[in-house]
């Protein structure tokens, strides 16, 4: 099984240059992609392929806290990113514009004997708001370097105040990657989703 997997991950591994998502330079205040429109019940979702090859997934929905908490939840790699998989080491650095600004150096194990490294920027913008009481934040984030098994990744997370209680999520993701389609990332969207709906944990 191992020697099938790591043959299949070679001969997939065609090298595709894309533009980069992001000018990380200035803070990023728009999606990659507008949000799609947010269903009365249920989460609204939605896929799709990309020119440059891969695709790109999206899924919006209320989550029943305040955008403070569901910001600070989202500022642990965990709510994203699977840490069983996966071991995330984070860089903060101070940038002018940003609430805050990361860089995550990932090493994941997909499978035994297989060891994938990249690292990914994540930008926090308050777009509406202050950081005392924001109103709507925008984080943008792509990968920058490592393994060549993924060939694109980038992504926005919008996240807007329903009044005092309660936070509309946008996830949007672009992903061109040996052996990950649009639909595993809109699996850990609605995942995220569900996560960022957990009651909060007793102090």
């Given at each position: ?34 949000p799609i429109p947010m269903k009365k019940k249920g989460d609204a ?104 098994y993924i060939h694109h990744l980038c992504g926005s997370i919008v996240l807007r ?43």
């Amino acid at each position: 099984m191992f020697a099938v997997l790591l043959g299949f991950l070679i001969l997939t591994d065609i090298s595709r240059a894309q533009e980069p998502c992001f000018d990380f330079e200035h803070p990023i205040i728009k999606p990659l992609r507008p949000p799609i429109p947010m269903k009365k019940k249920g989460d609204a979702r939605a896929s799709g392929k990309l020119q440059a090859g891969g695709g790109w997934a999206a899924a919006r929905g209320k989550v029943q806290h305040p955008i403070g908490e569901v910001l600070q939840r989202i500022l642990d790699p965990s709510t994203i990113k699977d840490t069983k998989k996966a071991h995330i080491e984070v860089k903060r650095q101070q940038r002018t514009g940003y609430y805050v600004f990361e860089t995550f150096s990932i090493d994941s194990k997909p499978a035994p004997f297989v060891s994938l490294q990249w690292e990914e920027d994540w930008g926090f913008v308050i777009a509406q708001g202050t950081p005392e009481k924001p109103e709507e934040v925008v984080i943008s984030y792509e990968k920058t370097s490592g393994t060549d098994y993924i060939h694109h990744l980038c992504g926005s997370i919008v996240l807007r105040a329903l009044g005092a209680s309660a936070t509309d999520v946008y996830l949007y993701e672009e992903i061109d990657a040996t052996g990950r389609s649009p639909e595993d990332s809109l699996k850990g969207h609605l995942g995220t989703l569900r996560t960022l709906r957990r009651p909060p944990p007793r102090e």
